[in-house]
């Protein structure tokens, strides 16, 4: 096979192959628990959903934002959302006690590109501890 040939099958193949790996990263934060809470809160949620505009849309997490983080008993991430009104952020903190243990919300609330911040949910142990203070 001629060098060009393998050059650009090479790169025809690593591209292929990252934008897959993509792919399969979305969709795994997608179908986590954390994730797919958030998003329920933000659907019931009628005050964002004005604010938003019929239809929402859920896109692909900015999988370079230092935002987002992950680790074994804590979460942090910045969802990107739209409608027709408007666009925004979807923030969500979330914390398990224990490695195995089930996710819990800490935090989730909308930011609109105007400024707009819309609560939608704080854990009754963060408000607990806010009036200890």
Same mark, same amino acid.
């Given at each position: ?5 393998? +050059? ?58 230092? +935002? ?31 490695? +195995? ?7 989730? +609330? ?24």
């Amino acid at each position: 096979m001629p060098l060009g040939k393998l +050059f650009l099958f090479s790169g025809v193949v690593a591209s292929g192959t990252c934008t897959l790996m993509y792919f399969v990263t979305q969709k795994k934060f997608s179908k986590t628990l954390y994730y797919q809470l958030a998003l329920e809160h933000l659907h019931s949620h009628l005050e964002a959903l004005e604010a938003l505009g019929p239809p929402v849309n859920i896109h692909y997490l900015h999988l370079t934002d230092r +935002f987002n983080f992950i680790d074994i008993t804590n979460a942090q991430l910045k969802i990107p959302v739209s409608g027709s009104k408007a666009k925004g952020l979807l923030y969500v903190r979330s914390s398990k006690d224990a490695p +195995f243990k089930r996710w819990n919300l800490q935090e989730v +609330f909308l930011e609109l590109k105007s400024g707009q911040k819309i609560p939608m949910f704080k854990s009754n142990e963060e408000n607990r501890n806010d009036t200890k203070k």
